[in-house]
């Protein structure tokens, strides 16, 4: 799942680790792949990712094998983390003279022999060769969408890049999931977004909404998701209930999307 939405702080990364997390605490094998320089998902996740320490830069530019990047998470068995360090910043221009610069990370992927159920990657807030590999890599894209007024703009461009890697490069690519993030029911203006996105997205869109919530902002200070950091918060049960949904469609796809349809006649 490529986790993207150029625009930049709507809850990428936040929602990466914690529905990666939620699925991990389900007994899933979970990869979480941060591909944002920034490096924020190693942050949430507890691991280490000062420069040193071997990343997504080495297997992207030097072709070195997953393998030997990724980290376990501790506190959350069956998750785990290939870290982003700041060298991920020099990629997006390293990577244009390299051969099959579009789909290092997808090769990387497929040659990766430990089991797994589900990978997350992180994206960068651009559509840059990141996103790109990102987007080459997986099977379906997530867009978070914060809830405030200016959340649409931009979002038709994500959608062009989508649907230009689908074309080109990897025909099954397609947008599974729209989740609405730091949602606050108090305001009027919130409701208005969440119902403009659902009537351009009804199929797409997840029943659950992820509310605005201190508990969610605060656990990635402790190196923790909020599923540790605070597991009965509403922040914590709206994200299992998200990848509850999540898990859902992946096993009943067309049931999901046949009940959707009944419940909107
Ligand atoms: P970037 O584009 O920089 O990578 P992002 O899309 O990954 O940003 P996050 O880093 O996940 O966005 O979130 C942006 C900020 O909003 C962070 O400070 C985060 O802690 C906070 N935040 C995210 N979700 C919530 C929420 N539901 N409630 C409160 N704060 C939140
Ligand atoms: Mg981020």
Same mark, same amino acid.
């Given at each position: ?14 929602s990466?680790v ?11 094998r ?10 924020? $998902? ?30 376990p ?5 069956? =998750? %785990?983390?290939a ?8 990629a ?5 003279s ?25 994206? *960068?807030?651009?559509?840059? =060769? ?7 890599? &997986?099977?379906?894209?997530v867009? *978070?969408?914060?809830?405030e007024y ?15 890697v689908?074309?080109? =490069?990897?025909?099954t ?14 305001t ?12 351009? %997205? ?27 950091y605070?597991? &009965? ?13 999540? $898990? ?14 009944? &419940?909107?006649?």
């Amino acid at each position: 799942m490529v986790v993207a939405n150029q625009k930049g702080g709507v809850g990428k990364t936040t929602s990466t680790v914690n529905l990666a997390a939620s699925l991990a605490l389900h007994g899933a094998r979970v990869l979480v792949v941060d591909l944002d320089p920034q490096g924020n $998902a190693s942050t949430a996740l507890g691991i280490d990712h000062h420069s040193d320490v071997p990343s997504i830069y080495d297997v992207l530019v030097d072709s070195r094998p997953l393998s030997e990047v990724v980290q376990p998470v501790k506190d959350v068995e069956g =998750l %785990f983390c290939a870290p982003a360090t700041i060298d991920l910043a020099g990629a997006e221009i390293e990577l244009v003279s390299l051969v099959a610069r579009e789909s290092r990370l997808q090769r990387a992927l497929s040659a990766y022999e430990q089991p797994l159920d589900y990978v997350l990657i992180d994206c *960068p807030p651009s559509l840059g =060769l990141l996103t790109v590999n990102a987007l080459v890599a &997986g099977a379906e894209v997530v867009i *978070p969408i914060q809830c405030e007024y200016y959340a649409l703009e931009g979002l038709g461009q994500l959608l062009r890049n989508v649907d230009l890697v689908k074309g080109h =490069l990897n025909p099954t690519l397609h947008i599974s999931t729209i989740l609405l993030t730091m949602y606050d029911g108090r305001t009027r203006l919130a409701s208005q977004v969440a119902e403009e996105v659902r009537s351009h %997205f009804s199929n797409e869109v997840l029943r659950t909404n992820i509310p605005r919530s201190v508990r969610i902002s605060e656990a990635p200070s402790y190196g923790q998701t909020v599923l540790t950091y605070d597991p &009965g918060s509403s922040g914590a049960l709206s994200y299992l209930e998200a990848a509850r949904e999540i $898990a859902l469609r992946g096993a009943h796809p067309h049931q999901e999307q046949h009940s959707t349809v009944e &419940g909107k006649q």
